[in-house]
């Protein structure tokens, strides 16, 4: 025990100790330790979120980067074998199927056996979670391992059937994201927050783009567009933070492993700086957006089309719903098949790789001044100084290459969207259109700032937002974006937009479509009523009016717990004798109404509170009284109306 020898200075017989008093500047120590005491205070009390942003980044930049070093030794290994397996066509055409036929049904067969959420890009999904909807099952942590597996694998195939990661490895971050969530809220003991949850989510999508391309400000953006409709800026820091952890963490990966000498951006471009376009130029970005929504048009419609046939067909259907790896397989044979080198793929530049594609159609030289005077010969295998060349035929030239490019891929990439796997569709419609064919397919914005940090040049950021926005006028006016189109066909539960903007719309009020077919239950009502009503109808929760009189809304009662009240009830009451008031007064609970339309609330405000609030209904009242209720399904009737005016009788 330390020896005490007197009281402090100044103090009211505070004793001090030997180890206090012979310790130097005790005063200096003792402000020193209150300010580390109070920083980390600070730091626990505003740091929660940045430090599970902090290890949400990292930790996906490592996943990301492992990935893709994992797909790229497979992929030099299928090249390996195709060049070293000798100069028999057929052995070749062997090595250049059968690798990817074997990938992409083990990807489709694994995941699916795993859990059937892993297939697909999971964007779809992740929208409807995010507009209050609830699918079981879909963020937990077992779909992770499925869906990294199954990913690699279809990464692995190549250029053969031409798929990326973007989409899935949103679905992957999130996934952590919500796992991280659960464990924090078990280590704090703090009850689950519904906003929270879906401000972590919004900020985990931008940091699966953000690791996947290293680019934090349109992976921001990007989740933004695609994931919610309403964004609270007072969570922008919240993407920002995380996102920009993750594409630091995983640029840093390249430099360690000696890929890159220090941090740059994926594509490196040497456009002009000086003077990088002429003015008239910017009309012919304009009329290029133009071009690219029109197409986008019609490969959205096309691709929704090809889908439900797909789905609705018997043959298909069948094999999808017994056995999805057989379709996959037979899918990419047909792709595979048709990229072989020495046939048709000698005319799709199919020998490169999706970055190789991007490295070679990002060349800052004219192919066509190139070939004007000399024939380059065909390589044995793609020069990496040179990749153009796997561009150029002596008789198609450049122009019929690239123009052939465009019509095959544009129905490859339709039947590969039918895949049962995990799979992304961003990267292959970026190289099909670039910033404008994707930003108009997708229905965003950000794919023109994604260019600009893809190749670490900003010199055209007026000319390409133009075409991107021409782009999106014209698919917006006519197409639901690509994972709007899958939630349709899929027919997930989601609320659409309010297409029609014409001012008659606005005239548009609750009272015209909302649900009078409410089932209320009075204070005053006798007990044998409710069960009655209880056992005629499947409700969750009842509206709770004052009484049969009035019908003034004061409450919801849940029908579990009028179940258990009346359970525990039954055997004391007699009938005629109780009314719902006794067992709501005997501790049944009664839930607030604390939001309601009214009967003059236009069709947008409704809309826009429903998604603003991620509501599934709302009861409708007029001075008090209850008269309807509004769910989703009355508001898509209602836009659909809107959209599709119904034929006059």
Request: charged share 15%.
């Amino acid at each position: 025990m330390e020896e005490l020898v007197g009281l402090r200075e100044a103090s009211s017989g505070s004793p001090v100790t030997l180890q206090e008093l012979w310790g130097p500047c005790p005063r200096i120590r003792r402000g020193i330790r209150g300010g580390l005491e109070w920083l980390k205070q600070k730091l626990f009390r505003v740091g929660e979120d940045w430090y599970f942003l902090m290890t949400l980044g990292v930790l996906m930049a490592l996943i990301s980067y492992t990935m893709s070093f994992m797909v790229g030794r497979i992929v030099r290994a299928h090249k390996w074998l195709y060049r070293e397996i000798g100069d028999s066509h057929l052995l070749q055409y062997l090595s250049w199927t059968v690798y990817p036929v074997a990938l992409v049904s083990f990807s489709s067969g694994f995941s699916q056996s795993i859990t059937p959420f892993s297939g697909g890009s999971g964007i779809p999904e992740l929208k409807t979670i995010l507009s209050g909807v609830i699918l079981e099952d879909y963020l937990d942590i077992k779909n992770f391992g499925a869906k990294v597996v199954g990913l690699t694998c279809t990464l692995a195939s190549g250029s053969t059937i031409f798929l990326g990661k973007v989409g899935p490895f949103v679905h992957l971050t999130v996934m952590i994201a919500a796992y991280l969530g659960r464990v924090r809220t078990k280590a704090t003991g703090e009850t689950e927050n519904k906003t929270k949850q879906n401000e972590m989510l919004v900020a985990a999508a931008a940091v699966g783009v953000a690791t996947v391309f290293a680019a934090p400000f349109s992976g921001v953006l990007f989740s933004i567009e695609v994931m919610s409709s309403h964004f609270s800026v007072w969570d922008y820091w919240r993407g920002f933070f995380a996102a920009t952890c993750g594409a630091f963490m995983f640029r840093l990966l390249a430099v360690f492993n000696s890929e890159q000498e220090t941090i740059t951006s994926l594509y490196k471009t040497s456009f002009r700086v000086d003077v990088p376009f002429d003015l008239p130029e910017i009309f012919f970005f304009v009329a290029l957006g133009a071009i690219c929504g029109i197409l986008s048009c019609a490969y959205l419609f096309c691709q929704r089309t090809f889908l439900i046939f797909v789905k609705t067909n018997p043959v298909t259907s069948k094999l999808l719903a017994t056995s999805k790896p057989l379709y996959s397989a037979l899918a990419a044979l047909v792709l595979a098949s048709i990229t072989y080198p020495p046939g048709v793929g000698r005319f799709i530049a199919s020998r490169l790789s999706m970055k190789e594609h991007l490295d070679s159609l990002f060349d800052n030289s004219s192919w066509a001044l190139m070939t004007r005077n000399s024939s380059p010969p065909w390589p044995a295998e793609p020069d990496p100084q040179n990749l153009w060349f796997e561009w150029y035929h002596p008789q198609f030239t450049i122009f019929g290459t690239l123009a052939f490019f465009l019509v095959m891929k544009f129905w490859m990439l339709i039947l590969a969207t039918t895949i049962p796997m995990p799979a992304g569709y961003f990267m292959p419609i970026f190289i099909y259109g670039a910033a404008a064919f994707s930003g108009a397919v997708t229905h965003t914005i950000s794919t023109a700032l994604l260019a600009f940090e893809l190749t670490g040049q900003i010199v055209h950021a007026l000319p390409v937002l133009m075409a991107v926005l021409m782009a999106n006028a014209i698919a917006q006016s006519c197409q639901p974006s690509f994972y709007d189109g899958t939630i349709i066909v899929k027919k997930l539960p989601y609320l659409p937009w309010i297409r029609c903007r014409k001012i008659s719309s606005h005239r548009v009020t609750v009272e015209h479509f909302m649900n009078s077919a409410i089932t209320t239950l009075a204070k005053d009502t006798p007990l044998e009523e409710v069960v009655k009503v209880l056992t005629s109808t499947d409700r969750a929760e009842y509206p709770l009016v004052e009484s049969t009189d009035s019908q003034i809304l004061v409450g919801t009662v849940r029908r579990a717990h009028l179940v258990q009240a009346l359970q525990v009830e039954s055997p004391s009451w007699a009938p005629g004798h109780k009314c719902l008031q006794d067992i709501l007064a005997g501790g049944c609970p009664m839930e607030p109404v604390t939001l309601q339309l009214s009967p003059e609330t236009s069709l947008h405000q409704a809309h826009n509170l429903f998604e603003l609030l991620n509501l599934q209904s709302l009861f409708v009242t007029s001075q008090g009284r209850a008269v309807g209720f509004v769910s989703w399904v009355e508001l898509k009737k209602a836009i659909s109306n809107l959209t599709n005016p119904p034929a006059p009788k």
